[in-house]
Nanobody
């Protein structure tokens, strides 16, 4: 299983950015792809996730209404659309794959496979 995150960069407060996560080698029907982020000196934080079957999404309260997750089955790619970015959104963003039926979808230990991360920097 491989996950490749991309799309990070330097943006200004209020801007939008879309991250991509290309996934390969996964039994997609039973899995979900999640997004996490980790700011310097902080713990890894759940952002949101989407199931490959059905496209069910779930978001952290901190990003609800600003971020959205979608997928393109033909490209095996999950997207994280980030709008109205704030300096506190600055972090390395990771995508991860885990079984869609886990009890705690916002816990990083519920995910078995991780991508390498992409840095998002939001300047004020």
């Amino acid at each position: 299983v491989q996950l490749q995150a991309s799309g990070g960069g330097l943006v200004q407060s209020g801007d939008s950015l879309r991250l991509s996560c290309q996934v390969s080698g996964l039994p997609f029907g039973n899995y979900a792809t999640g997004w996490f982020r980790q700011a310097p000196g902080k713990e890894r934080e759940f952002v949101g996730r989407i199931t490959w079957a059905g496209g069910v999404t779930y978001y952290a309260d901190s990003v609800k209404g600003r971020f959205s997750i979608s997928k393109d089955n033909a490209k095996n790619t999950v997207y994280l659309q980030m709008n109205s970015l704030k300096p506190e959104d600055t972090a390395v963003y990771y995508c991860a794959a885990g079984w869609r039926g886990v009890i705690s979808p916002s816990t990083h230990t519920s995910y078995d496979h991780w991508g390498q991360g992409t840095l998002v920097t939001v300047s004020s």
